[in-house]
C-alpha cells in the first residue's frame, strides 16, 4: 500500500520548477464532471445524516443526557473546526504519485465510511461513563475522516482546471450532488427514526450509507485521475504561524468572514424552522414538506445562477439574491400562521429558488485564492484555503446557535412549553424572518469589497503562465 509522504518545511513539492504543471484553462468533460461531483453526495449523506440526527440517537437511544450528548457533539465540532487548516496544511505538503490531494481520496474513502458506521453501532439503552467516553471518540474519529476527505477534495477544484468560469461549473455539479446527499441524508435518517425497530433500522442505514459514502469518495477519485498530473505546482514552504498572516489577508479575509456571516443565517434559519412550524405553523410536517420543496428547488436551478455568473458579476448576484431572500423570509415571518400550508411550501419554493445562488457562488470563490495569492505574494497555497473554508463554516453554526438561544431568551421563550406567551411567539417569528435576512445582507454588502474578479484573475493568471516559462527556461 502506498501512502502520502509529507514535505517538511523547506522542501520542495513535487513537479519540477516554480509553476511546471499547472492545469489549463480548458473544459472539463462531462464525465469528469459529474464523477468528481458524486464525491459531495457521500461526503453530504454522512454529514446530514449525523447533523440531522446524532443528537437525537445518543439522547433517545442510547440513554444518553441531552448535556451529555450535547457535550459528546460540541467536542466533535470544535475539533473538526480545529483540524480542518490543520489538514489543509498537511495536504499541502503531501508528496505522492497519486497526486497530493487525489491520494487522501483514495486511502481515506473506506475509513471515512467505517467511522461514519460505527458511530450508530453503540448499544440502545447502555448509557454510561464509558459510553459517553466511546461516543465522544467515535465521533473524533469521524470528524478526522470526514476532514481527511473534505478537505482535499474541495482541493480539487483549482487543480481540475485554471479556467473561471469552468470552476463555477464544477461547483454547481457538487451543489446539485450535495442537495441530493441532503435529501437522501436527513430524510432517510428521519424516516428511519420513525420505525418500531429503530436499532436495527438505523444499523442497516448505516452500513448502506457507509458503502454508499467509500463508493462515491472513490468515484471522484477514479474521475479525476487525468487531471492528478496538474497537482504539482510547488507549494511554498512557510512556518505555521505565517497561515495566520494568510488568513488575514484582505480578499481572503472578506471571503472568509463571508462565509461566517453566510453560515449564521442559515445556521439560524434551519435551527429556528422547528420552532417556527411548532408555533406558528401549528404543524411540524409542514416543516418537513417545505425543507424538501427549498432543497429540490434549490438544486434545480443551480444551472440557471452558473449561468448567469458568465455574465453578470457574481458579487451582484449574490446581493441581488441574498437581498432577495431576505425578503421572501420576511414575508413569510408576517403572512404564515395556522392552516397556512399552501403559503409555507410556496415560500420555501421561492426562497430555494433564490437561495440557490448561495450554494453555487461563494464556493466558487475559494478556488480563485490560491492563483491570486500566488501573483501577489509570490507564495502558492491550496488546500489551506478551504481548510479555513470550512473552519468558519462550523465557527458560524456555532454563532448561530448562540444567537438563537439568546434572541428567543429575550423574548421570554420556555423550554418545555406547549403554549408559548404572545411574545415568545413573535421572537420565534423574528428569529426566522428577520435575523437570516440581515446577515445575508450583510455577507452580501461585505462580499462587494472582495477584488478577484474574473478580469483581474484572468490577468494574474497569465502572468503566472509567464513566470512558469521564464522558470523553465
Known amino acids: 500500500m502506498v501512502t502520502p509522504e509529507i514535505v517538511g518545511a523547506g522542501r520542495r513539492g513535487a513537479g519540477g520548477p516554480p509553476g511546471a504543471g499547472r492545469p489549463p484553462p480548458v473544459t472539463v468533460t462531462r464525465g469528469a464532471s ?56 498537511m495536504v499541502d505538503r503531501t508528496r505522492s504519485r497519486h497526486g497530493r490531494k487525489r491520494v487522501y481520496l483514495l486511502y481515506g474513502a473506506v475509513p471515512f465510511g467505517l467511522s461514519f458506521v460505527a458511530l450508530w453501532w453503540l448499544p440502545a439503552g447502555s448509557a454510561s461513563t ?16 470526514y476532514s481527511l476527505v473534505g478537505v482535499p477534495y474541495q482541493a480539487l477544484v483549482p487543480v481540475m482546471t485554471a479556467d473561471y468560469d469552468e470552476r ?6 457538487k451543489a446539485i ?12 435518517a428521519l424516516v428511519v427514526s ?19 459514502v467509500a463508493a462515491t469518495i472513490l468515484i471522484a477519485a477514479t474521475a479525476t485521475r487525468p487531471h492528478a498530473r496538474y497537482d504539482t505546482v510547488e507549494i ?34 434551519t435551527a429556528s424552522l422547528p420552532y417556527f412550524a411548532t408555533h406558528v405553523l401549528g404543524s411540524t410536517a409542514v416543516a418537513t414538506i ?51 400550508t399552501v403559503l409555507f411550501v410556496a415560500g420555501s419554493a421561492l426562497l430555494g429558488a433564490v437561495m440557490s445562488a448561495y450554494l453555487v457562488i461563494p464556493p466558487s470563490l475559494v478556488p480563485d485564492l490560491v492563483d491570486w495569492y500566488e501573483y501577489e505574494r509570490g507564495e502558492r497555497h491550496e488546500a489551506v484555503f ?3 473554508w470550512m473552519t468558519v463554516h462550523q465557527l458560524g453554526l456555532g454563532i448561530a446557535g448562540f444567537v438563537l438561544g439568546v434572541f428567543l431568551g429575550v423574548f421570554g421563550y420556555r423550554a418545555n412549553v406547549e403554549v408559548q406567551e404572545a411574545t415568545a411567539v413573535l421572537g420565534v417569528r423574528l428569529a426566522f424572518g428577520i435575523i437570516p435576512g440581515v446577515f445575508l445582507v450583510l455577507a452580501a454588502l461585505l462580499l462587494l469589497k472582495y477584488r478577484i474578479t474574473r478580469e483581474r484573475l484572468t490577468v494574474a493568471q497569465g502572468e503566472l503562465a509567464a513566470r512558469a516559462g521564464d522558470g523553465a527556461r
Open 130 to 145: 464509558a459510553t459517553a467516553v466511546i461516543a465522544t471518540l467515535l465521533s473524533l474519529v469521524f470528524a478526522t475522516t
Open 194 to 212: 420513525s420505525q418500531a425497530g429503530v436499532e436495527a433500522a438505523l444499523r442497516i442505514m448505516a452500513v448502506g450509507f457507509g458503502v454508499a
Open 34 to 89: 459529474v464523477g468528481y461531483a458524486a464525491g459531495d453526495l457521500g461526503i453530504s449523506i454522512a454529514y446530514f445524516a449525523v447533523g440531522f440526527f446524532f443528537l437525537f440517537y445518543l439522547t433517545d437511544l442510547v440513554g444518553l443526557s441531552p448535556a451529555v450528548a450535547g457535550t459528546v457533539v460540541l467536542i466533535g465540532k470544535l475539533w473538526d473546526g480545529v483540524n480542518d487548516p490543520l489538514i489543509g496544511i
Open 236 to 269: 511554498t514552504p512557510v512556518p505555521l504561524r505565517h497561515y495566520v498572516r494568510l488568513a488575514l489577508e484582505p480578499n481572503v479575509a472578506i471571503l472568509l468572514l463571508y462565509k461566517v456571516l453566510g453560515a449564521v443565517a442559515t445556521g439560524v434559519l
Open 290 to 340: 417545505a425543507l424538501a420543496t427549498y432543497t429540490v428547488v434549490g438544486a434545480t436551478l443551480v444551472p440557471v445562477w452558473n449561468r448567469l455568473t458568465h455574465r453578470i458579476d457574481k458579487r451582484r448576484l449574490v446581493l441581488v439574491s441574498n437581498s432577495a431572500a431576505a425578503v421572501v423570509l420576511l414575508t413569510i415571518a408576517l403572512l404564515a400562521g395556522t392552516g397556512s
Open 177 to 188: 450532488f450535495s442537495a441530493i446527499g441532503v435529501i437522501i441524508g436527513g430524510g432517510i
Open 386 to 388: 478551504f481548510g479555513l
Open 168 to 173: 463555477t461549473r464544477l461547483v454547481s455539479y
